[in-house]
């Protein structure tokens, strides 16, 4: 493979290789190079750096967080409130990526139209929305293809046909080739099902 040609200049120290990614390498290293480089997997991060995330972002778009029943104690006007419990709930359910939240809040903010001479307030309603719209986790090439392909395939074998069909939308809302699924399919008709029925139908 081309990557062996790294394998001599990483081993002699001529060269110092650096790599960053949302997906697991081992997909797209080969084990020799892999064992050879030092991998250093980032934390999800906790709820309260994403608080601090989300209230930065949310001041640095002109808005404010406010505690429940409170008014911000700022002079200047803000261009939209946002209560702190929302903010707390947004951290908790974006499972550690910042990503997701900050998607959710720009589209919460994008669903809104301002009022003139009224301050717009986000609520937790908006926020719901923004995450339904922005939480659809799914790359056709990565860890999280493959895992959904698995889920798809155990739901079918445990005959529970809920959790198929929605493991199936999964791959459709995200953009998955139809053929692709249609061979998943066949492959499953073959290996879970045709295995349990010993006479045809």
């Excluded at 990557?3 to 110092?16: A, K, N, R, Y």
């Excluded at 709820?47 to 200047?76: F, K, M, N, Y």
């Excluded at 903010?87 to 009022?115: P, Y």
Aim: charge should be negative.
């Amino acid at each position: 493979m081309l990557q062996d040609i790294f394998l001599p200049h990483i081993e002699s120290g001529t060269i110092t290789l650096i790599g960053a990614t949302t997906e697991n390498p081992s997909f797209s290293l080969n084990s020799a190079l892999l064992s050879r480089c030092r991998v250093i997997v980032l934390e999800k991060l906790d709820t309260e750096s994403l608080v601090t995330i989300l209230t930065r972002a949310v001041r640095g778009v002109g808005g404010r967080v406010v505690h429940q029943g409170l008014t911000p104690s700022e002079p200047d006007t803000p261009r939209f409130l946002m209560d702190s419990e929302t903010v707390l709930w947004l951290a908790e359910m974006c499972d550690g990526d910042a990503r997701i939240a900050l998607n959710s809040l720009q589209l919460a903010l994008q669903s809104r139209d301002t009022v003139p001479g009224r301050i717009l307030m986000i609520s937790l309603d908006d926020i719901k929305d923004g995450v339904k719209r922005s939480h659809l986790l799914y790359d056709k090439k990565g860890e999280e293809h493959y895992n959904i392909v698995s889920a798809m395939h155990k739901s079918i074998r445990a005959s529970d046909d809920n959790a198929a069909l929605y493991w199936l939308t999964r791959m459709l809302q995200g953009g998955e080739d139809p053929v692709f699924i249609a061979r998943r399919l066949v492959r499953a008709a073959s290996e879970d099902i045709g295995t349990v029925l010993t006479t045809p139908p």
